[in-house]
């Protein structure tokens, strides 16, 4: 990737340029976009899109990028984390605790899918074909991971690492077929339902 620009114009430009690669991606999809059609998109001269980015595949990693930045943000810090949990730890409130933070983290993923189904689906396709893409991908992945496993670990249970993969690839498979299976459920009632199935797991420890 390019270095990012330090002037306020070319900043502006580099944005614009993202805003209009992003939708290109999605009303053209992945092969039909160029840097001039990019460029178009943006009003500006292909040769602008080529002072801050090397091609298209540079582009998808640097809205991958940005995607996993804007995920980062809305991810709880571990204090926050560690506060919610902590709660978990009284017979009393280990359900309702537990409950609510696997519905926070099923809103995150569910948000992250549903802001743009169409670029995710180009993401994942593409992050097969190119490894630098796939690493960004993961990245942001690990962020929501690393959060289960810090619950898990609360409880002290055996194995906590594979209880963590487990219960990290039923709430993505979930989130996956709510926002790409287009099921007559509703949101709401989905990651209801899949918060208490989650959190039930912990309901005899």
């Given at each position: 990737m390019k270095a990012m620009p330090t002037q306020a114009r070319a900043k502006q430009k580099r944005a614009a340029l993202i805003a209009a690669a992003s939708e290109c991606f999605v009303s053209l999809g992945y092969h039909?976009?160029?840097?001039?059609?990019?460029?178009?998109k943006a009003g500006v001269a292909t040769g602008t899109f080529y002072q801050y980015f090397e091609n298209k595949e540079d582009m998808l990693r640097v809205i991958a990028k940005?995607?996993?930045e804007e995920l980062y943000q809305q991810v709880p810090s571990a204090t926050e984390f560690l506060e919610l949990s902590s709660k978990a730890e009284t017979a009393s409130v280990k359900t309702g605790?537990?409950?609510r933070i696997f519905h926070q983290v099923?809103?995150?993923i569910y948000g992250f899918h549903e802001q743009a189904p169409e670029l995710h689906q180009i993401l994942e396709q593409r992050k097969e074909l190119d490894p630098d893409l796939a690493e960004i991908l993961g990245q942001g992945e690990k962020m929501l991971?690393?959060?289960?496993?810090?619950f898990v670990n609360r409880f002290n249970i055996e194995n906590a690492d594979a209880v963590a993969f487990n219960?990290?690839?039923?709430a993505e498979g979930l989130v996956h077929r709510?926002?790409?299976g287009r099921?007559?459920?509703s949101k709401v009632l989905t990651l209801q339902l899949g918060a208490a199935m989650l959190a039930s797991y912990f309901d005899n420890l």
């Open positions: 039909d976009t160029t840097a001039k059609t990019v460029a178009n940005q995607r996993m605790a537990t409950e099923l809103e995150l991971y690393d959060r289960v496993l810090m219960l990290f690839a039923m709510q926002v790409f099921p007559e459920q």
